[in-house]
């Protein structure tokens, strides 16, 4: 079954108003593949604006983190409400800089999957191995205890996209190939045909994410398995817009 190719652009901890409308102006201007779904992440201080300038109904605004409660004494967090009443209807979890830096486990990122999820916004649920786990032969290992843990809360994959993110990937300028990364992809999914049945598994879209930029995207082209990308860096340049259409 054909899959929506999907991009989403994390802006990590980058931008201000004006870099921000800059990236949504290009695309509210470019003409963009109607079969394709792109989702900005901005810094949290700016979903609200970032969303108000959003002009096509293909692009939506989403949020980079969301936290496991409702609301309540949690200095710092947000929670999923806060982010959907600023316009976010995606929200990125379980990303490698949440588990390293951050300390998330795998329980933690299954625990926001399953609330975000229940209060009605989109997860992009990233998971990949470090370069020492890639060097130990233990990808597939640590790619399906992550999606182990997720899978043990969460049924319904309808509003989940997984995002393959090898660690050694992220922001190095050493992308994946795309037959490695289709080779990882078809293994993410079969794992996710054994787990939630075969459907479940050709639904849901499976990004790569690492490194992916202007020119190397459209090598991914021809990969079955890869139904787009979620891209840092590149997602603050104009070649965003090359990536959204590397489909072209
Ligand atoms: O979420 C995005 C990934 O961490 C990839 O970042 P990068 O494109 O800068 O390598």
């Known amino acids: 079954m054909a899959r929506t ?19 949504v102006e290009r695309l509210n201007q470019a003409s963009l593949p109607k079969d394709c779904e792109v989702v900005l992440c901005p810094p ?7 969303a108000g300038l959003v002009s096509k109904s293909q692009v939506s605004v989403g949020a980079q983190n969301a936290y496991q409660k409702a609301a309540g ?8 409400d ?47 191995e470090t370069l020492e786990e890639k060097k130990a032969g233990v990808t597939l290992k640590v790619v399906e205890r992550q999606l ?3 899978i043990a809360q969460v049924k319904d994959w309808t509003n989940v996209v997984v995002a393959y993110e090898p660690v050694w990937a992220i922001g190095t ?15 993410i999914r079969e794992y996710l045909a054994k787990k939630l049945g075969s459907d479940v598994a050709e639904k849901t879209r499976i990004l790569y994410g690492g490194s992916a ?23 603050l340049k104009p070649e965003f817009v090359d990536i959204v259409n590397s489909r072209n």
């Open 5 to 23: 190719f999907f991009v989403g652009g994390n802006f990590k901890l980058n931008g201000t108003k004006q870099s921000i409308k800059e990236i």
């Open 44 to 50: 949290a201080p700016y979903l609200d604006y970032a």
């Open 73 to 80: 004494a949690f200095t710092g967090e947000n929670s999923v």
């Open 82 to 128: 806060q982010i959907k009443d600023c316009g976010a209807k995606w929200v990125i979890l379980g990303h490698s800089e949440r588990r390293t830096i951050f300390g998330e486990d795998d329980k933690t990122v299954a625990d926001k999957t399953k609330f975000a999820l229940d209060q009605g916004l989109g997860v992009i649920l990233c998971i990949g």
């Open 148 to 150: 182990d843990a997720v």
């Open 173 to 187: 300028g050493l992308a994946a190939t795309p037959e490695d990364a289709q080779e990882i992809h078809a293994s």
């Open 213 to 235: 930029n202007g020119s190397n995207a459209s090598t991914f082209k021809d990969k079955k398995d890869v139904d787009g990308f979620l891209v840092g860096g590149a997602s």
